[in-house]
């Protein structure tokens, strides 16, 4: 009995005790996960709120690429996305509009004219949530733009035109009397191909002999058929078996060759082909600087960096996208040529200016 009446006395004591702890606050490691992932989801209610209600992007891209971005983001945050496609004319657009930037974000464009318009103070440095993963090779060393996209200019062909004993090895094979009116070329406009033309006079200006690069800018112009603005005709050009040979994106390449049916092979060329990096920055002074840093965190995510891999054929930057990416991504052979991008920053502009008044056939109308 008295056994009894001690272990009743003890057990109310235990019992006690308990209640007394839970009623103090005590916490279970359940009730702190809880706790912790409601102020997380509080934390993301009170950044969104902070977003305004639009963003406007100017871009190179494609509208079915932007439209699937736009839609993403869209649905993902609530802020409307207003973007223009401006081609080759993205650049002007923005300088033009420095002291009253209608644009929040500049999403496409090769690495080199980021550079020139970083140069011009048209920029606000901004590193994204994902900037970190990003390989040196592919952003700004003071966060100003950053690559979401790695893009090889490669020289192809028409193997119905071309064989492949017949084909170029180089691009010094180009200007090659052989391959006269086989070449269509996109013109300047195109940042792909002013970031190419210029990789390729920057190759003989390292080498001391820049003179002779134009030598051969003029060469390559002697056996061009046609120069293009837009490169849907250029590649129509090629499968109506007007020319042969041609240089241009990868993933346009193999967007024209699996769903087009144009019979198109890739050239690795002998010296490498340029890889443009395609970037993303923060327009300086935009009117909607939170949702324009939200779009660039997303724009460049794993997810979208996936998806655009996926659906578009674009080659990521971000190293957790690679597992979502195509197969052929990985199977190509791809050397890359030797180029000072930051140095071609600074030229591009001036070289180009000259190739089209002094070297480029201007009795030869663009389609």
């Not at 340029?274 to 840093?293: C, H, R, S």
């Not at 071609?344 to 480029?360: R, T």
Request: glycine content about 6%; some cysteine; charged content about 25%.
């Amino acid at each position: 009995m008295k056994i009894n009446k001690l272990f009743s006395i003890l057990l109310v004591l235990v019992l006690s005790l308990a209640l007394a702890a839970c009623g103090s606050g005590a916490e279970t490691p359940e009730a702190d996960a809880e706790a912790a992932q409601e102020a997380e989801t509080t934390e993301g209610v009170a950044e969104a709120a902070q977003l305004e209600d639009k963003v406007v992007i100017y871009s190179t891209h494609s509208e079915a690429m932007l439209e699937l971005v736009a839609s993403e983001f869209e649905k993902e945050t609530g802020v409307a996305v207003e973007f223009i496609n401006l081609k080759g004319e993205l650049a002007d657009r923005v300088r033009a509009e420095k002291e009253n930037p209608q644009s929040d974000v500049m999403f496409g464009g090769a690495s080199s004219v980021f550079m020139e318009l970083q140069d011009e103070d048209l920029f606000e440095a901004y590193e994204p949530t994902w900037g970190s993963k990003i390989d040196g090779l592919y952003k700004d060393a003071e966060n100003y733009w950053y690559g979401t996209i790695q893009t090889p200019v490669m020289i192809f062909y028409n193997s119905e035109v071309i064989s492949e004993e017949n084909a170029p090895k180089d691009w010094t094979d180009l200007a090659s009397d052989e391959y006269k009116d086989q070449l269509v070329f996109r013109n300047a406009l195109s940042s792909s191909a002013r970031a190419t033309y210029s990789s390729l006079l920057q190759q003989f200006e390292m080498a001391g002999d820049l003179d002779g690069g134009w030598g051969y800018i003029q060469k390559l112009d002697a056996n061009t058929k046609q120069y293009y603005s837009s490169g849907s005709l250029m590649f129509q050009a090629i499968g109506r078996q007007e020319a042969g040979i041609s240089f241009a994106t990868l993933n346009s390449i193999i967007d024209n060759k699996v769903n087009n049916k144009i019979p198109l092979e890739v050239v690795n060329a002998e010296s490498g082909s340029p890889i443009i990096t395609d970037g993303i920055a923060l327009v300086k002074n935009g009117k909607n600087p939170n949702a324009a840093k939200a779009f660039i965190d997303f724009a460049g995510s794993a997810k979208i960096q996936g998806m655009l891999a996926t659906e578009f054929n674009r080659m990521p930057t971000n190293p957790d996208a690679i597992a979502m990416s195509p197969q052929w991504m990985g199977e190509i052979e791809i050397s890359p040529m030797d180029v000072d991008w930051a140095d071609l920053a600074k030229k591009q502009s001036e070289w180009m200016q000259k190739w089209d008044a002094e070297f480029k056939d201007n009795a030869k109308d663009p389609k």
